[in-house]
């Protein structure tokens, strides 16, 4: 069971309409279904702890309820880390392409257990703005509208789309320019998120 360590160069054409365009794209089927099971069973093994909010970290259930892992070598697997090579590909992609002067990638595993959310929210903190996009990569098998736990975009003051988190599906957009939450679902809700960085 493998990761293609290169994205499909039509995808990619996609990707950067998108987000040339836009600003956000929702790319289904980016990851095989085979895989995404693999991985949804590596993240409901794992140990993963509470997620807290700004810095320094602190929880809040007001705010989130998600558990999460921060990947690195020493406790990712071997698919892990080939995800994490396909978002180098993509990384240099969009460089190459956009000019975005991403310098890194970073990641964690994610768990929303049953009712848990996260308030609307930028990914880009006032103190640190080296987040650029933000990535979203989901975990979870034959999904339904009525599970709930979309992903909110918010586009301007009265509009927003919601993206259903079927597993394979990745999500990016800009992490200064869009206000998101996660709203509850009726099962564990599971992802790889992640933001490409510019230098510190």
């Known amino acids: 069971m493998k990761v293609s360590p290169l994205p499909d160069p039509a995808i990619l054409e996609k990707i950067t309409e998108l987000l040339t365009s836009q600003g956000w794209a929702v790319i289904e089927n980016f990851v095989p279904r085979v895989v995404i099971t693999q991985l949804a069973q590596e993240t409901r093994q794992q140990e993963l ?4 909010v700004g810095k320094p970290r602190t929880v809040n259930n007001d705010i989130r309820g998600d558990h999460i892992l921060w990947l690195d070598a020493s406790n990712s697997s071997k698919l892990q880390q080939a995800y994490l090579k396909l978002t180098e590909h993509l990384r240099l992609a969009l460089n190459r392409d956009m000019r ?9 595993l994610a768990h929303y257990p049953v009712g848990a959310f996260y308030r609307k929210h ?3 903190f006032q103190q640190d703005n080296h987040r650029v996009l933000s990535s979203v990569l989901y975990l979870n098998q034959d ?3 009525e599970h ?3 992903l ?3 586009l301007n003051s009265d509009k927003h789309v919601d993206v259903l988190p079927h597993g394979g599906t990745l999500v990016l957009f800009f992490s200064d320019q ?3 939450e996660v709203l509850p679902a009726t ?3 599971l992802s790889i998120t992640g933001w490409f960085k510019s230098r510190s």
Do not use: I, K, N, P
């Not at 702890?49 to 807290?52: E, F, K, L, N, Y």
């Open 49 to 52: 702890r509470r997620a807290g």
């Open 100 to 108: 975005l002067g991403l310098f890194e990638f970073e990641a964690h």
């Open 122 to 124: 930028l990914d880009s």
């Open 143 to 145: 999904w339904q509208t």
């Open 148 to 150: 709930g736990g979309q």
């Open 152 to 154: 909110r975009l918010y």
């Open 178 to 180: 869009f206000w998101h």
């Open 187 to 189: 099962r564990d809700r």
